[in-house]
């Protein structure tokens, strides 16, 4: 995951160009994950869980490995070794602000909503280290800079 990177505001362009500072997990330090799934073999879909038709109550890494949903989110289950998918938790301080100010669906308080919102955005900002692995993999696609990338996503929307 990725946090402010000490933007104040929303920067300008494309959050893979302006958002390149994330945070590494330390040993003992699980974050969450991110499920790809096929729309038309997913059966139930809870708030953090989901059933399908081919696999049930179970779930895959992205190589493969197959596991229980309940063991999703813990040190062995998370892979990145054949596809990262950056997670751009709290974008700018502003943008974070925003979020937190729109509300949350759980019974969480005010004060300890905002307390876990701000421990949140502090430790994506601690350990960092430079990931460009999606400039890098947009690059390789023939998008080297932000201006090609709004081109090309501009050009994507035309088609809808």
Do not use: W
């Not at 505001?9 to 959050?15: L, M």
């Not at 003992?28 to 139930?44: F, N, R």
């Not at 019974?107 to 400039?135: M, Q, V, Y």
């Not at 947009?138 to 050009?155: H, N, T, V």
Request: charge should be positive; include cysteine.
């Amino acid at each position: 995951s990725f946090g402010d990177c000490g933007h104040q505001t929303r920067p300008p362009g494309p959050a893979v160009y302006a958002y390149r500072l994330r945070h590494q997990l330390s040993g003992s330090e699980v974050d969450d994950g991110k499920c790809i799934l096929q729309p038309a073999k997913i059966t139930t879909v809870g708030l953090h869980e989901f059933e399908t038709s081919d696999m049930g109550r179970n779930t895959a890494d992205d190589s493969g490995r197959t596991f229980a949903i309940k063991r999703l989110f813990t040190k062995d289950s998370l892979s990145n070794s054949l596809i990262q998918l950056n997670h751009y938790a709290t974008k700018s301080v502003e943008e974070h602000e925003k979020l937190f100010q729109r509300g949350h669906l759980h019974g969480i308080s005010h004060l300890n909503r905002r307390k876990r919102f701000h421990d949140k955005r502090d430790r994506l900002n601690r350990d960092t280290c430079e990931d460009d692995a999606a400039p890098a993999f947009l690059k390789r696609r023939g998008i080297a800079s932000p201006e090609q990338f709004q081109a090309y996503m501009d050009e994507r929307r035309a088609l809808d």
